[in-house]
Nanobody
């Protein structure tokens, strides 16, 4: 079982910056992908950015060049630095962690409780 603790987020004016952090804890064999999704009111949850254990990243087109994802494999943490924030970035941001409980089990997806990011115009 994996527990995710998120921090960061809040209210910022357009053009500002915010950072999000997520730490995974619990008993597990390995973590593969970690990252961030977001969900705005009335919309589906969507990918923001993810990073594999090997460091390969994938960003949504809408955040490329503005957001940076980083991961510390030793600490099982992932962070998201968000710059040039716009009102359309307003959403609840969820940390994602794909992990295997044992070497032989399947990979499961674990989600954080979500943290609000609000960008005012």
């Amino acid at each position: 079982q994996v527990q995710l603790a998120e921090s960061g987020g809040g209210l910022v004016q357009a053009g500002g910056s915010l950072g999000l952090s997520c730490a995974a804890s619990g008993i597990f064999f390995s973590i593969t992908t970690m990252g961030w999704y977001r969900q705005a009111p009335g919309k589906q949850r969507e990918l923001v950015a993810v990073v594999t254990s090997g460091g390969t990243t994938n960003y949504a087109d809408s955040v490329k060049g503005r957001f940076t994802i980083n991961r510390d494999n030793a600490k099982n943490t992932v962070s998201l630095q968000m710059t040039s924030l716009q009102p359309e970035d307003t959403a609840v941001y969820y940390c994602l962690c794909n992990a295997k409980a044992t070497r032989l089990t399947n990979t499961f997806s674990y989600w954080g409780q979500g943290t609000q990011v609000t960008v005012s115009s």
